[in-house]
């Protein structure tokens, strides 16, 4: 019998080192975006069309995960890898939605132990992703990709910042009589210096500064016609490479369009998911 021992020892070990491996694919919305959007976009219907099934929806205070289901696909096999939005205060600024997302994906990592996660963040959700994976308290990742991210801030948000530095009283005249996106622009002016182009002492410069995890970094970046970016974002600030902690360390993939997510992303998005999670 004890010769026996180290052949069933090795046999299981076979086993579980044979063990399917899957990835979870946590989308990130950006600044006035939802979970839902990246359904409205097409991009989840895309890639749902692909193999990629929406799983559940990822809510903050307390983390919870909310299955979704379909009847028609209610009683279809599991499927090897599964897209999980996640809900986050698109007004609020980085810091506190990057401890949100870092307590949706540690839930997220316990209710799936031992598989890895491909972290995907449109706009301002990909400066939130990357804030949340410095802070090194997040379940394995293997990969995070970002789109129209302003990883270098942008100057729109500096110009929405110029609209709503009002002297009083002529801010509270604005608060109470001025419509259109004035009161959006005031709720929302932490998330806005956040956003804008680093420099000694905002949070961008010292996370653009800070070594980041040794992973798959990949930057979808807009381009339209004799144009390089969007019209929010330029393109180099939506470049990883440009961020000097991840200086030659992203794969950048040019997509057609203005800034909002659309079609054409859920296309990339699959054709690059297929390949980082194409079989070991």
Known sequence: MRKLAPIILAFVLFLSGTKAHADQIVLIHGYLGEAYSWQASGVVPILESRGWPLADLLLPN?????????????????AKHTVHLAQLPSLAPLALQAVILEAELQQLGRA??????ILVGHSAGGVVARLALIRHQLPPVKALITIAAPHLGTPRAESALDAIS????????????VGGPYPLLRESSGLLFDLTRPFPGSLLFALNNTPHPDIRYIS???SQPFAF??????GFSQDMNQVPALHGKSQVTLIPGDHPLHPGDG???????????RSR
């Open 112 to 117: 799936h132990p031992g598989q890895e996660m």
């Open 267 to 277: 296309w990339a998005l699959e054709r690059i998911l297929r390949e980082l999670t």
């Open 229 to 234: 970016g969007d019209t929010l974002v330029p």
């Open 166 to 177: 009002d002297p009083w009283p002529l801010e509270v005249i604005k608060e109470f009589f």
């Open 220 to 222: 979808l970046i807009r």
């Open 62 to 78: 307390p983390p919870w995960i909310l299955p979704v289901q379909r009847p028609d696909t209610a009683k279809a096999p599991a």
